[in-house]
């Protein structure tokens, strides 16, 4: 299982990470590593078996839907890094090429 | 290890009126002020909030109308919400993260007046098997401090093994609870995928994550699930099952008892002298009525590969929320939304967070979706339906919680591959869904400390505390 320096770019731009040289190369060699470790799953055969998404499935669970207590606003904001009237304050994201 | 108490022996000296809570309270608080400058078992220490608690829980007694767990003094895994205090999962990402609710279980521990004493160091986010993974500071094993405690609820664990707590809260993704539960010394106890909300437990791997519990007794164990098993509307994943009284499986022997020992368990890369314990256990299980007999779950060797897929796949997803907008850690002077992201991120997750987040991305990415993760959702299925038929015929698995005993600090640290190959023995359950109990039964030649693995049907925790409390009072411990 080979990964490639452009690989590991690609993933960390879809993942929202950013990378020096020298750990895109670390990172490269351990994905390249796990990859081909979990590759022996390609041993079984799996043909016809049924996926496991959850273990205690008993189907969908249904409740009414009613309106109840939530978090107040303020609570609800008291975590956030900037915020502003209410809200949470991010930077500018229009007239933006 | 001196001046551990367990909950049942400060029980009967607080009905005698002997001590009270406030005094109990203050007593742990000293021990941890004291004693965890070696351990760095705890990130938080909860003293103001604990003395509060003890007060109105001594009155409460006056009054007598004290709950069920008056007088146990418990750790909880800093992963799990508790209202005003902060919540780390042992990352700098969520270093200032303050909860603003209880988590279900928290709830139910205050209201049986259980005395919440600090929130425990751990791997960040639960990801790894050692506890080194913490953004602040690595746990030391109390039985030798140049060794790590297991993860990751290392800091849990520590807070029984050294006494400064008498039960904790830990989270078991892979064996998170039961590892550490078996490199300390100290009863750890994974339930069935459901048995406890997990309302309030911040998510690593949402289909295998479970809330566990680590105690210094069986009988302590059983206590604590008593009070936090049960469905909860607030987690549609929390199970209806029945839940029965606990403490009546303790008093029960293992006459007749149907007992299977998967030989995959006892292969290359167990330890001579773990297997040798293992082995005692068995006769004296044999010895006391019951049927012990080799079975095979054929696919364990694929628990692993089949594990760190689905595990790093949800990882991904349910990490995607800290992005520096709602709540912790935002690089600052960043006027860019699509950096901030990336440098808030960059910054806040160490490195076994970003490896994880990393592989799950690549294995749910366009392409490879079915080669890697419905594989291995589909391998899942398969190892579930090993288990299903070897409980046709046992009533419970035995065998080793590790590979080893507790391992040195900074030995697999830059060695990602074997320290996954650490969680060999434990990650079948969760995939399998079923609960799973370490028992503490032995030391090795270096005096460390060895852990007894039982597995049950799904629910069938009674089962594992049965077992589990049955070995404690038949060994002899060194």
Not at chain 2, 293 to 310: M, N, Q, W
Request: charged share 25%; glycine share 8%.
């Amino acid at each position: 299982m080979r990964i490639q320096k452009e690989d590991v770019e690609k993933i960390a731009k879809l993942a929202k990470l950013q990378f020096s040289e020298d750990e895109i190369e670390k990172f490269r060699g351990h994905l390249e590593e796990i990859l081909t470790y979990v590759n022996k799953l390609n041993e079984l055969n799996t043909d016809g078996v049924e996926p496991t998404y959850y273990v205690q499935h008993a189907g969908d669970v249904m409740r009414e839907d009613r309106v109840k207590p939530s978090l107040p606003r303020e609570e609800a904001l008291k975590n956030a890094p900037a915020q502003d009237k209410g809200f949470f304050r991010v930077p500018k994201v229009i007239d933006q090429t | 290890m001196t001046g551990k108490s367990d909950f049942q022996s400060v029980r009967q000296l607080l009905a005698a009126g002997d001590i009270n809570c406030q005094d109990l309270t203050q007593q742990y608080i000293e021990k941890i002020n004291e004693g965890d400058k070696k351990f760095n078992a705890f990130i938080s220490i909860l003293g103001e909030m604990a003395r509060e608690q003890a007060v109105a829980v001594d009155r409460k007694m006056a009054e007598g109308r004290a709950g069920r767990l008056t007088g146990m003094i418990v750790a909880v895994k800093d992963i799990i919400s508790m209202k005003g205090t902060r919540t780390t999962c042992g990352s700098k990402i969520l270093k200032n993260y303050i909860s603003p609710y209880d988590a279900t279980v928290i709830e139910r521990l205050k209201a049986e007046d259980a005395i919440l004493i600090g929130k425990t160091n751990m791997d960040e986010f639960g990801m790894g098997s050692s506890s080194e993974n913490s953004a602040f500071q690595p746990v030391k094993n109390p039985y030798d401090l140049e060794r790590i405690p297991g993860g990751s609820s290392g800091g849990s664990a520590v807070a029984v093994s050294a006494g400064m707590a008498m039960s904790a809260l830990g989270t078991d993704t892979g064996g998170s609870v039961r590892q550490p539960a078996a490199l300390t010394g100290v009863v750890g106890l994974r339930p069935t995928y459901g048995r406890i909300s997990r309302y309030g437990l911040i998510a690593f791997a949402s289909s295998l994550d479970q809330i566990g519990i680590l105690s210094q007794t069986v009988t302590d164990c059983a206590e604590i699930l008593q009070v936090i098993a049960g469905r909860d509307d607030r987690d549609s994943t929390s199970s209806d099952q029945p839940i029965p009284e606990y403490n009546t499986f303790l008093s029960r022997d293992v006459k007749g008892l149907q007992i299977g020992m998967p030989s995959e368990f006892f292969g290359e890369g167990l330890d001579k002298e773990i297997k040798q314990e293992i082995d005692k256990i068995a006769d004296l299980l044999q010895n006391g009525g019951a049927n012990v007999r080799e079975v095979s779950l054929p696919h364990a060797d694929y628990g692993i590969a089949t594990y760190y897929l689905i595990c790093t796949a949800e990882a991904s997803s349910n990490l995607a929320r800290y992005d520096g907008v709602h709540y912790g850690f935002r690089k600052d002077h960043l006027t860019e939304l699509e950096s901030m992201y990336t440098i808030t991120r960059s910054q806040g997750f160490g490195d076994e967070v970003k490896r994880r987040i990393m592989l799950g991305t690549y294995v749910l990415s366009a392409g490879y979706y079915e080669a890697y993760y419905r594989k291995a959702q589909k391998v899942r299925t398969i190892i579930r339906q090993d288990y299903e038929r070897v409980f046709k015929t046992c009533d419970i698995i035995i065998g080793p919680t590790t590979p080893t005993t507790a391992f040195r600090l900074g030995e697999k640290s830059h060695d990602p591959l074997r320290m996954y190959l650490s969680d060999i023995y434990t990650v079948s359950a969760p995939l399998a869904g079923v609960p799973s109990i370490s028992v503490p039964i032995g030391k090795d030649s270096k005096g460390l400390p060895i852990g007894f693995q039982i597995t049950a049907k799904p629910f069938g925790e009674g089962q594992c505390l049965r077992v589990a409390h049955w070995i404690e009072k038949n060994i002899n411990h060194q």
